[in-house]
């Protein structure tokens, strides 16, 4: 996932996970969700980046 290596706040939370011995499948499916509910809020109506 791209995210985790231009991201930074993606990027410690995998990192976190692996760190704590998630298998690299886990972390990465932890994180494409992290990312899909963030995107997720920000479409919703009145928020701060619609």
Known sequence: LV?????PILA???QRLRAAGKPPKLALTA????????????????????
């Open 12 to 14: 410690a939370f995998y």
């Open 31 to 50: 994180t494409m969700r992290k990312l899909l509910l963030i995107l997720n809020s920000s479409l919703k109506p009145q928020s701060m980046y619609a």
């Open 3 to 7: 995210a985790t290596r231009h991201n």
